[in-house]
């Protein structure tokens, strides 16, 4: 489960002084659904995840993730929490086995279960006619199944994704849409931020709409279609947003 | 738990420094190479060309010695002369290589004259090879000529020979092979030491800070559990590995380069400049660098960090090798020697330190405080590098 509880971020910027990336945010994400962060680019999307996966540190508030106080506890976190963007790109030297062995590790894995659980993630995922190529030689398929099995290796209970399709082409940004269902399958814990309605359309059972670093609306997408008497995802969102947009949050 | 994950970062990183071409090429091939090349490579084209000049015959201008037939005669006679006489201008027949030399004859000479001491005046090119050893051989000429003729006005005086010469000079060294060392070479060691020890530093310290970031894998690792504290001690020991390697290899190789040319001269001349240096001071110099090496890439780890790119962390390390390269060469300058106040003085002290243990002298006190004051400093840059992993601000910095 994640709880995040009046988090927010603010930046220094010598140009533009004091930025406020996220103000105040709070939602809850239950074990077995899967959360969606609904925002334009530069909304606060990646920040807030940012802070979920304890990569940035909150200026103010806190989170709970599995149990743990992501201020407090910030390792304890990390190694409850699977992480995956589009930024977190793999090792180009290292083959797509030591890659997901090194991940293993890092989370304290001893090398049986290592073993065994790579064995059983490169099965799943068909990866063992390239695992023991190098990353930079991989295909962008090849590599999201790599980064997969990187956030799998130790079997987190939450998995944080950072709008996981950005720039795939689709049958790679397939094999990452029925990762997340089988995450939620499973019955872990899932957030992840987009600006694409067909992906929350599809994936999402409870969004939030994020615009200039503040929650503006949140629910199931059926409430969210009773509440602004409209049907179509991207038009509840362009409700949501119109009053705010242009608005600065201090 | 915490040693697990250090090792678990440095096994990884050292795997892919041994798989990227460019961190072998400085780190391991070039040390090994840059000295054979600079000493055997560079000697060997040296000693081609002397030998080259040696073996060439010197075209050669006479001026005057119409009255002296004899000594012109002599000149003429000379193996490795060829006296041409050419009616332009001897400065210009010089200056443009047409001639090697020249060689003015005063009035007088053969005759026995000499009441006026007029020199035997030799025209050369300064700086060109051929031209001062043609010069030599005229001079060489002259001295034999002369040595012949003050014997057989001493014979005519019924004199000895030693009467122009009642005694010898002799220079003789009084102190051992190890000291003439440590101020013959003794400067250059160390110097590589330090310059080697940054240089090898330089590019895993830039690849695994800027180059993490350009290639987007410092938010996969960062996603991580692992304490920033632990990821950067890894790194760190890394960059270090990289640095003493590059600096055992770089003296490996000038020791092996050295001994290779004293076998070759000892071979060739039968004669050869014995330096001896011993195992135990390599040693010493090495354990006096470790903590340099350790500041070394700690601090290029942090200046690294704050690129955006492997470009922009060019641009900020370049500039380092100045303020490394300046201490260091101060310390090589005649007349600067260890004092408790530069004993403070990074860079140049471990510098001026080596010198002396490479010389086989052992100031403990000097051992002791440079040392430590350079632990202390190494110890700063590691502090430093690892609160600069944990600024938001310098890790995502666009």
């Known amino acids: ?250 | 738990m915490s040693a697990r994950n250090i090792g678990i970062v440095y096994r990884k990183e050292l795997l892919e420094a041994l798989r990227d071409r460019r961190t072998l090429i400085s780190t391991i091939l070039v040390p090994i190479l840059l000295f054979p090349i600079l000493t055997v490579g560079v000697g060997y084209v040296v000693a081609g060309l002397i030998e080259e000049a040696d073996r060439e015959p010197a075209r050669i201008m006479i001026l005057g010695g119409t009255d002296s037939p004899a000594v012109v005669s002599g000149l003429v006679k000379s193996k490795n002369l060829i006296v041409v006489s050419e009616p332009a201008n001897y400065v210009d027949l010089i200056s443009n290589k047409k001639i090697r030399a020249a060689v003015e004859i005063p009035p007088g000479l053969q005759s026995g004259g000499g009441t006026d001491y007029s020199p035997v005046k030799i025209y050369m090119y300064s700086g060109d090879l051929k031209s001062t050893t043609a010069a030599k051989r005229i001079e060489d000429f002259f001295n034999d000529y002369r040595e012949n003729l003050a014997r057989d006005r001493l014979t005519a005086q019924k004199l000895p020979a030693s009467f122009l010469k009642p005694f010898d000079i002799k220079q003789q060294n009084v102190v051992s092979e190890e000291k003439v060392a440590g101020e013959t070479v003794g400067g250059i060691i160390p110097y590589l030491v330090i310059i080697m020890c940054l240089t090898g530093a330089m590019y895993p310290a830039m690849d695994l800070t800027a180059g993490e970031k350009e290639r987007a894998t410092m938010e996969t690792i960062l996603s991580s559990p692992i304490s920033r504290t632990h990821l950067v001690l890894g790194k760190f020991l890394l960059v270090l590995t990289a640095s003493l390697v590059t600096a055992a290899l770089s003296v490996t190789s000038m020791g092996v380069s050295s001994w290779v040319i004293q076998h070759l001269q000892e071979q060739t001349s039968g004669s050869a400049m014995h330096i001896k240096i011993g195992l135990g001071a390599v040693l010493s110099v090495f354990l006096v660098a470790l903590p340099l090496a350790v500041m070394f890439s700690a601090a290029l780890l942090t200046i690294a960090l704050f690129a955006k790119s492997y470009k922009e962390a060019q641009s900020y390390i370049s500039p380092l090798m100045i303020v490394v390269i300046v201490p260091a060469i101060a310390a090589m300058l005649p007349g600067v020697e260890l004092t408790p106040r530069l004993s403070l003085v990074p860079i140049l002290n471990v510098s001026l330190l080596c010198k002396d243990l490479i010389a086989g002298t052992y100031h403990w006190n000097s051992i002791a405080l440079i040392f430590l004051s350079t632990c202390v400093y190494g110890g700063v840059a590691i502090f430093i590098a690892v609160k600069m992993f944990h600024r938001e601000s310098v890790l995502f910095r666009s």
Do not use: W
């Not at chain 1, 962008?140 to 079997?155: N, Y």
């Open chain 1, 1 to 250: 489960m994640i709880d995040a509880r009046s988090l927010s971020k603010r930046f220094f910027d010598k140009k533009r002084g004091q930025i406020c990336a996220v103000e105040n945010v709070s939602f809850t994400c239950q074990p077995g659904s899967i959360y969606g962060l609904l925002g334009a680019n530069g909304a606060g999307k990646t920040t807030t995840l940012r802070m979920l996966a304890t990569i940035l540190e909150p200026s103010d508030g806190t989170a709970l993730v599995f149990g743990h106080d992501i201020v407090e506890h910030p390792e304890r976190v990390r190694s409850s929490v699977g992480f995956l963007s589009t930024a977190t790109a793999l090792y180009p030297r290292l083959t797509a086995q030591e890659m997901v062995e090194y991940f293993g590790r890092l989370n304290g894995l001893d090398e049986a279960t290592l073993k065994k659980r790579i064995d059983d993630i490169f099965n799943r995922l068909d990866m063992n006619s390239f695992r023991d190529r190098r990353c930079d030689k991989l295909s962008t398929g090849m590599k999201q199944k790599t980064s997969i099995a990187r956030t799998l290796v130790h079997d987190p209970p939450v998995m944080i994704f950072d709008e996981p399709t950005l720039g795939l082409d689709i049958m790679a940004a397939r094999t990452i849409v029925a990762f997340i269902r089988e995450c939620r399958q499973a019955g872990k814990t899932v957030i992840l931020s987009t600006h694409v309605m067909s992906e929350v359309e599809k994936l999402c059972d409870v969004i939030g709409i994020i615009h200039n670093g503040a929650l503006l609306a949140e629910g199931t997408p059926t409430q969210l279609r009773e509440k602004y008497q409209e049907k179509d995802l991207e038009e509840i969102f362009v409700k949501v947003v119109s009053p705010h947009v242009g608005a600065e949050v201090s």
